[in-house]
């Protein structure tokens, strides 16, 4: 085996591993492009079958404690150890083992391998090449998950896997890392180094993945079987479902501490029938559990559909109305299903000075039209949604919050160029909820509370004015270290709903020269550039995990920002805690997830760098502060007796309120007043975590900004409801 003749290839770039095959290597017909990973036993290459002109994966059998690659880029056994060779050649038994295991299976939820064979002193396993990514990362960049989200993953899997027991193996190493998802969002289930045939009087060998194996994977003489690899795809789905890792079954063995799925997961998004199937699957003893893909399967075609949407959210004037128009290519971005997410949203409003027909007027608007979409053409489609509104046109961003104020920005520069004062435009600017449904004809509608503020916040600009919520200038403040320099402080303003606002003006090109700012600090007195990450790539990607769950894929952008300005886990959890509106939620995300009382993955990382301020020592404003003016006091919400953090739900046995109609209603009334139509959503939703009307009533005014906004609210309950003692 040669290399390639011409010149000679370039060399690894950085972070690759050493050992590596370098790129333009070529054994048998198969041409080394990259490497795309590697773990302690193996190597996998993107290669090229030069024979069918294909891309395949290449996957190579090379223990990094045992091998060493020689001169002629053969694998060879270190030296050292006496039984060194013993081990390598053991290990390259199980290597093949999973080829001949594989090349069993021909399903679409199994990876396929197309060959495998003995070379270059090791072995290598040819697969068909899959481009997506890992259920690791494809959870957060498409969270929040819906019913129809977390199903449309496990029913292929459990297709596939019911193929690898009907054969006779166990895959016994199912987990988050060993399945990918393609880019057309079907599953398939990688890696099976692991997989075993199933025979009577067989001794397995004790592989564990913690969090994902059953208690029998622990020690070789564990009854293992197909209620094994079922309680790995229960774990997934409790990952999936809840936010957090599985304890490891070790752990529960004694004494089961860890939190069900049912009292963790969100049962108005998943079902409570899904959530018992995940228990189901999850017990500790293995007779306990159901013991075929058929009878999991059972439990869950029981599943009904639920409504994952926040049909409160509707607005009086937000979405697309019946008859208007959305730009940009049908059907964009991609959601086939009702989707709720956090969306950075530009309002923007045409301004002509002066009477003009109605013709004129139509012609302008058409103008304007094609001007905003020239304007967003650097933004990907499927990141943005750009619809018709009763006073103009309004932009859904779902990626980098910049972009939106870049575009506003632009459109205003472009008219001001194009048109002098003869037109304007009015910019508005807000963060918030919004709601992603498909009409019949496949486009996307876009409604929900962060369109009606945009709009709200664009009525009080002035002609080429831009204008920001204090919800968008909180976050972009904080991901960003020089972009309080670029706004105004303008004050509360109140909008003919009588709903208050906090308005901030953009002034680009407007740098003071000094670190000074105007209206609530966000913490940063002074501009530190950006520096290397000190945070691992596990850490990051857990933050992005829970962040997605509450705001959408707007999470994968705003972690990548903050932890260039972060020096600790802890530091980037309060970066990124605006932008979760949920008090509660909130408050979980900060103590450290679901179980604040877990150890932290990481502890400041300081040493040797520059960072800006500590939070101990420069205080910043949550996402419901107000102006230094303003008294701030919010009421008590009831704790978690483990850490004093807001309850996200009602303790395991209590008994949830049971609102009568008048009440809800009552409720609802109160608290539109002060944010709209969300109100309908979290007085529901609150509503399943408390146990009396009292207690609902302090969680409820928990989500307004102001004392003197809790402090009406809670008058006119007491109005409303006399007789309630609240």
């Known amino acids: 085996m040669e290399p390639v003749t011409g010149p000679s290839p370039p060399p690894p770039p950085a972070g690759v591993d050493a050992a590596a095959l370098p790129p333009g290597y070529r054994i048998k017909e198969y041409e080394i492009e990259r490497t795309l990973g590697g773990g302690g036993f193996g190597l996998t290459y993107l290669a ?70 003995r070379d270059n002193g090791t072995a290598y396993i040819v697969m068909e090449y899959e481009t997506g990514e890992p259920l690791k990362r494809w959870v957060p960049h498409n969270a929040p998950l819906s019913q129809r989200g977390l199903l449309s993953i496990l029913n292929p899997l459990l297709d596939g896997l019911e193929q690898v027991h ?38 397995f060998t004790n592989i564990v993945s913690p969090g994902f194996a059953p208690f029998e994977q622990y020690h070789s003489q564990g009854r293992q079987g197909p209620w094994t690899d079922l309680y790995s795809i229960g774990a997934v789905l409790y990952w999936m479902a809840t936010g957090r890792k599985p304890l490891e079954s070790a752990a529960r063995v004694k004494a089961d501490n860890m939190p069900s ?37 059972e439990a869950i075609r029981s599943c009904t559909a639920v409504d994952t949407g926040m049909g409160a959210l509707t607005g009086e004037r937000g979405g697309i109305a019946s008859g208007q128009s959305q730009t940009g290519p049908s059907g964009t971005p991609s959601v086939t299903t009702r989707r709720n997410l956090l969306g950075t949203v530009l309002a923007l409003d045409l301004v002509a000075p002066g009477a003009r027909r109605a013709d004129e007027l139509a012609a302008l608007r058409v103008t304007f039209a094609e001007l905003v979409a020239n304007a967003l053409r650097g933004i990907p489609d499927d990141q943005r949604v750009t619809a018709s509104t009763s006073e103009g046109l309004a932009v859904c961003f779902m990626g980098d919050p910049e972009e939106a104020l870049k575009s506003g920005l632009l459109v205003r520069d ?7 004062r003869a037109l304007g435009v009015r910019v508005g600017l807000h963060m918030g909820p919004v709601r992603l449904i498909p009409d019949t004809a496949g486009r996307l509608q876009v409604m929900g509370d962060g369109i009606n503020v945009a709009q709200r916040v664009m009525d009080f600009a002035q002609p080429n ?12 403040s904080r991901i960003t270290d020089d972009a309080a320099d670029a706004f105004a402080y303008l004050g509360p303003h109140e909008d003919k709903h ?41 850490e990051v990607l857990e933050v992005e995990t829970e962040l997605a769950r509450q705001i959408g894929p707007m999470a994968r952008v705003l972690v990548r920002k903050a932890q260039l300005l972060c020096a600790s886990v802890e530091e980037l959890r309060e970066t990124l805690a605006p932008t979760i509106q949920e008090s509660a939620a909130r408050a979980l995300f900060l103590a ?22 500590s939070s101990a020592s420069q205080p910043r404003a949550d996402s419901r502060s107000v102006p230094s003016h303003q008294p701030r006091s919010a009421p008590s919400r009831p704790t978690s007796p483990s850490s004093g953090a807001p309850s996200a739900s009602v303790p395991l046995g209590a008994r949830a309120l049971e609102l009568s109609t008048q009440d809800a209603a009552a409720l609802e009334q109160a ?25 609902l009533a302090q969680a409820l005014a928990a989500h307004l900004d102001t004392a003197a906004q809790r402090e009406a609210f809670i008058k006119a309950l007491r109005e409303a409801l006399p007789r309630k003692g609240i």
Do not use: C
């Open 592 to 613: 450290g997830g679901p179980n604040p009382s877990r150890p932290s993955s990481s502890r400041s990382r300081s040493q040797g760098s520059a960072s800006k301020p």
């Open 414 to 420: 472009l008219l001001n160029r194009r048109h002098g």
């Open 671 to 695: 608290l539109s007043r002060f944010i709209g139509p969300m109100a309908r959503m979290l007085v529901r939703k609150e509503s399943a975590r408390s146990t009396t009307l009292q207690e």
């Open 498 to 538: 009588g709903r208050v606002h906090e308005l901030y003006a953009a002034q680009p090109g407007q740098r003071t020269g000094t670190t000074r700012r105007e209206g609530p600090s966000t913490g940063y007195t002074v501009t530190m550039p950006a520096r290397a990450p000190v945070l691992t790539e596990d």
């Open 261 to 297: 799925a049912t009292s963790l997961g969100d049962a108005a998004v998943y079902g409570a029938d899904l959530l018992r199937a995940i228990d189901w699957a999850m017990r500790s003893e293995e007779t306990g559990r159901p013991q075929s893909v058929a009878e999991f399967r």
């Open 166 to 203: 009907a054969a006779g193996f166990l895959h016994r190493d199912i987990k988050p890392d060993n399945i990918y998802v393609r880019a057309d969002g079907t599953p398939v289930l990688l890696d099976f180094g692991s997989a075993r045939r199933v025979s009577a009087n067989q001794d």
């Open 465 to 476: 004015q831009v204008l920001v919520s204090r919800a968008y200038y909180d976050v972009v």
């Open 48 to 117: 090229r079958d030069r024979n069918l002109d294909l891309p395949v994966a290449v996957k190579e059998y090379y223990p990094g404690d045992l091998a060493a690659r020689g001169a002629d880029h053969a694998v060879q056994v270190r030296g050292g150890e006496a039984d060194a060779a013993e081990r390598y050649q053991w290990g390259l038994e199980r290597f093949l083992d999973e080829a001949r295991a594989l090349a069993t299976f021909r399903h679409r939820s199994i990876v396929r391998v197309l060959r495998y064979f």
